[in-house]
């Protein structure tokens, strides 16, 4: 499959330095906003997934949880532009290039890009036993407005 670029126009200055990637259609149904997903390992070459993914500004994932019996979870390091992470019952946390979230399994949060910045990060898959994703309700414009 051919990679999308998007032409200054879309994106203004921005330019990822991992790739812009596809549009996530895969996944759209779980954002507010559009994404685009970068895969940068590919099935099968080893245990650990990695994946540039950049939200356009104003766009976030809907509160998610990734699941495991043992070890698990996700490393997001921030690599572009500005964004947002928060874990359920916790403030927001501004998220800029350099940043590095450790998400441990079982643990509810969302994150994405800031109002007026896109973002990129990589997403790393953390392998365990017995992971599966699931899916949640979508943060509310009154959820991030706030931030």
């Not at 043992?70 to 019952?89: A, H, M, P």
């Not at 365990?128 to 699931?134: A, C, F, K, L, Q």
Request: charged residues 20%; hydrophobic residues 30%; glycine residues 10%.
């Amino acid at each position: 499959m051919k990679k999308q670029t998007a032409g200054r126009d879309q994106l203004g200055e921005f330019a990822p330095k991992f790739g812009l990637g596809n549009p996530n259609t895969a996944y759209a149904q779980y954002f507010i906003g559009n994404s685009y997903l970068n895969p940068l390992t590919k099935p099968g070459e080893s245990s650990i997934s990695i994946a540039n993914v950049t939200f356009e500004p104003g766009c976030r994932n809907n509160w998610h949880i990734h699941h495991a019996t043992k070890d698990g979870g996700q490393i997001l390091i921030c690599v572009d532009g500005e964004g947002w992470y928060q874990e359920e019952g916790k403030e927001a946390r501004s998220l800029k290039p350099g940043d590095i979230v450790v998400i441990p399994a079982n643990v509810k949060h969302w994150h994405g890009a800031k109002k007026d910045s896109w973002f990129s990060h990589l997403a790393i898959e953390v392998p365990g036993e017995n992971t599966s994703n699931e899916w949640c309700e979508p943060v509310t414009d009154e959820q991030y407005n706030n931030l």
